[in-house]
């Protein structure tokens, strides 16, 4: 087959969506601006950052926006976040809040917005790492107990350490050497090309520890790169595409047919070493379990000098030291030398919702969602997926939102003029370094709705009558097809360049 039959399609699928809302909008343009959104989904978009988690939220909440179904398109958090403020998608679940443009772009479609904090992940470094090749290739082969400093960690994703069996690596192994074998020896280490969290989560981690600045800013003068400042893509502009799942893969691959693991370790990303959030560690992989023996995540060294893992409990801890704006709704993770509790790399994650602009029904059904999601039923799933939950302080500004989104209005008889004010700050994505939290001055606006205004409510296509209707979600159909094709042909190849 011609490998580039799908992208050229979904481009031709998305020419023609063109040419079809375009006619929409049309005959939009012309009619009265009074409308109803006729949509039957609640449509959210996010990265791949919290995928198994959401899909699981959505799934156990369609009685409590029903009679509309829930929907959640894995773009990537910065497609995401510009769909939101454009109006594509009703709701973004996202690890960082709208820049300064997405703001302003969220205003001129007269939508204001507030975030909605709802659920903490690690960022978990998993690693196979085979010391015991007993020839009957069970699991119980695993280096057990793997920790790293975040210096080693550093030198290790910049190709600065390249063995397992490195001298400096002399208590990588439970506080002694890996006995490595031979096909695990070799340090291979992913990451991710497409826009992530995990990115700026270790980017942010390296640049907050004196040390490790050091090797991080090395690497990135060889990458041509002279800003430090951590964002969501990786410095070399090479890795996996494909989102979390091709990190997971690389690590432990699933049967597509059968979704069952590989259990034979010889067919295992032997050596790899990759940042996966925490809800990508459990079923059917397994990447984190209590058995040492099984286990394939690293403890990292956190500022009390403990080796913690990425288990709820300790994500946990590191949320209840963080700090939570309550003019924002936006979480940093601080760095407490005295809680040797607290895992050390650590992402919010946060519903962006418009608080106007939304039909009533979908207002209804997102704030029911919001007070499902920060209720006992929704938090439980949080859980269970090895996130850990929001604090009461959290909950209690997320049901305030709940109540805006649900009182907004979805038109006006005449937009108005808008002013929005937006104002930089820490992004949601900052971890717990060796000596403090990391920000980004390109993910970091907050807008209307947190810390802005805007008096303008008309939904980007208003329309009355039953001609557009059909138009807008044909052409919306094919988009989502052209998108999900070039995505599936995009997710088909992995990039990857050789070391520097």
Same mark, same amino acid.
């Given at each position: 087959?011609?490998?580039?039959?799908?992208?050229?399609?979904?481009?031709?699928?998305?020419?023609?969506?063109?040419?079809?809302?375009?006619?929409?909008?049309?005959?939009?343009?012309?009619?009265?601006?009074?409308?109803?959104?006729?949509?039957?989904?609640?449509?959210?978009? !996010?990265?791949?950052?919290?995928?198994?988690?959401?899909?699981?939220?959505?799934?156990?909440?369609? %009685?409590?926006?029903?009679?509309?179904?829930?929907?959640?398109?894995?773009?990537?958090?910065?497609?995401?976040?510009?769909?939101?403020?454009?109006?594509?998608?009703?709701?973004?679940?996202?690890?960082?809040?709208?820049?300064?443009?997405?703001?302003?772009?969220?205003?001129?479609?007269?939508?204001?917005?507030? /975030?909605?904090?709802?659920?903490?992940?690690?960022?978990?470094?998993?690693?196979?790492?085979?010391?015991?090749?007993?020839?009957?290739?069970?699991?119980?082969?695993?280096?057990?107990?793997?920790?790293?400093?975040?210096?080693?960690?550093?030198?290790?994703?910049? /190709? &600065?350490?390249?063995?397992?069996?490195?001298?400096?690596?002399?208590?990588? %192994?439970?506080?002694?050497?890996?006995?490595? +074998?031979?096909?695990?020896?070799?340090?291979?280490?992913?990451?991710?090309?497409?826009?992530?969290?995990?990115?700026?989560?270790?980017?942010?981690?390296?640049?907050?520890?004196?040390?490790?600045?050091?090797?991080?800013?090395?690497?990135?003068?060889?990458?041509?790169?002279? *800003?430090?400042?951590?964002?969501?893509?990786?410095?070399?502009?090479?890795? &996996?595409? &494909?989102?979390?799942?091709?990190?997971?893969?690389?690590?432990?691959?699933?049967?597509?047919?059968?979704? $069952?693991?590989?259990?034979?370790?010889?067919?295992?990303?032997?050596?790899?070493?990759?940042?996966?959030?925490?809800?990508?560690?459990?079923?059917?992989?397994?990447?984190?379990?209590?058995?040492?023996?099984?286990?394939?995540?690293?403890?990292?060294?956190?500022?009390?000098?403990? /080796?913690?893992?990425?288990?709820?409990?300790?994500?946990?801890?590191?949320?209840?030291?963080?700090?939570?704006?309550?003019?924002?709704?936006?979480?940093?993770?601080? %760095?407490?030398?005295?809680?040797?509790?607290?895992?050390?790399?650590?992402?919010?994650?946060?519903?962006?919702?418009?608080?106007?602009?939304?039909?009533?029904?979908?207002?209804?059904?997102?704030?029911?969602?919001?007070?499902?999601?920060?209720?006992?039923?929704?938090?439980?799933?949080?859980?269970?997926?090895?996130?850990?939950?929001?604090?009461?302080?959290?909950?209690?500004?997320?049901?305030?939102?709940? *109540?805006?989104?649900?009182?907004? +209005?979805?038109?006006?008889?005449?937009?108005?003029?808008?002013?929005?004010?937006?104002?930089?700050?820490?992004?949601?994505?900052?971890?717990?370094?060796?000596?403090?939290?990391?920000?980004?001055?390109?993910?970091?606006?907050?807008?209307?709705?947190?810390?802005?205004?805007?008096?303008?409510?008309?939904?980007?296509?208003?329309?009355?009558? !039953?001609?557009?209707?059909? $138009?807008?979600?044909?052409?919306?159909?094919?988009?989502?097809? !052209?998108?999900? $094709?070039?995505?599936?042909?995009?997710?088909?190849? +992995?990039?990857?360049?050789?070391?520097?």
């Amino acid at each position: 087959m011609n490998r580039q039959l799908p992208g050229r399609l979904g481009v031709a699928l998305a020419a023609v969506a063109t040419a079809v809302l375009g006619l929409a909008v049309s005959v939009v343009s012309s009619g009265p601006s009074s409308a109803q959104d006729s949509s039957t989904t609640l449509l959210a978009e !996010g990265g791949s950052f919290e995928l198994n988690l959401m899909d699981k939220l959505q799934a156990d909440s369609t %009685s409590v926006i029903a009679p509309l179904a829930p929907g959640f398109f894995d773009a990537n958090v910065d497609t995401a976040r510009d769909d939101f403020a454009s109006g594509l998608a009703d709701y973004a679940v996202s690890e960082f809040p709208l820049t300064t443009a997405q703001a302003a772009t969220a205003a001129q479609n007269h939508r204001t917005f507030a /975030y909605v904090p709802f659920a903490a992940s690690a960022v978990a470094i998993g690693a196979v790492v085979e010391c015991s090749n007993d020839q009957t290739f069970t699991s119980h082969t695993l280096c057990e107990d793997l920790q790293l400093t975040v210096v080693q960690l550093a030198k290790i994703f910049t /190709y &600065g350490i390249t063995q397992w069996n490195d001298p400096s690596l002399s208590q990588v %192994s439970g506080g002694g050497p890996a006995q490595v +074998t031979d096909v695990s020896k070799t340090i291979s280490p992913q990451n991710e090309i497409d826009p992530s969290a995990s990115n700026y989560a270790l980017a942010s981690m390296f640049v907050n520890d004196p040390t490790a600045k050091v090797v991080w800013d090395a690497f990135l003068k060889t990458n041509k790169v002279t *800003d430090d400042t951590p964002t969501d893509k990786w410095p070399t502009g090479r890795g &996996g595409s &494909g989102g979390d799942l091709t990190l997971a893969n690389s690590l432990v691959q699933v049967n597509e047919t059968t979704g $069952l693991p590989q259990t034979n370790p010889s067919l295992w990303g032997q050596g790899s070493v990759a940042p996966l959030p925490a809800d990508w560690l459990g079923p059917p992989r397994n990447i984190l379990t209590s058995d040492p023996t099984t286990n394939m995540t690293v403890a990292i060294q956190n500022a009390a000098g403990k /080796y913690v893992l990425p288990t709820v409990d300790a994500t946990t801890a590191a949320v209840n030291d963080a700090t939570f704006d309550s003019s924002t709704n936006l979480v940093t993770f601080n %760095s407490d030398a005295s809680d040797a509790a607290a895992y050390p790399i650590d992402v919010m994650s946060y519903l962006i919702v418009p608080t106007s602009g939304l039909s009533a029904a979908k207002a209804t059904a997102l704030a029911s969602f919001i007070k499902w999601v920060l209720g006992p039923t929704g938090q439980a799933d949080v859980k269970s997926l090895g996130d850990a939950p929001v604090t009461t302080a959290m909950v209690n500004a997320g049901m305030k939102v709940a *109540d805006e989104v649900s009182t907004q +209005t979805s038109q006006t008889s005449t937009p108005t003029t808008t002013t929005t004010t937006t104002t930089t700050t820490t992004p949601s994505a900052v971890t717990t370094g060796a000596t403090g939290s990391g920000s980004s001055t390109d993910l970091g606006s907050s807008g209307s709705g947190a810390t802005g205004s805007s008096t303008g409510t008309s939904p980007t296509l208003a329309y009355t009558g !039953g001609l557009p209707a059909p $138009l807008i979600v044909a052409g919306s159909g094919l988009l989502m097809v !052209g998108a999900l $094709l070039r995505r599936a042909m995009r997710r088909r190849i +992995t990039c990857r360049g050789s070391e520097p």
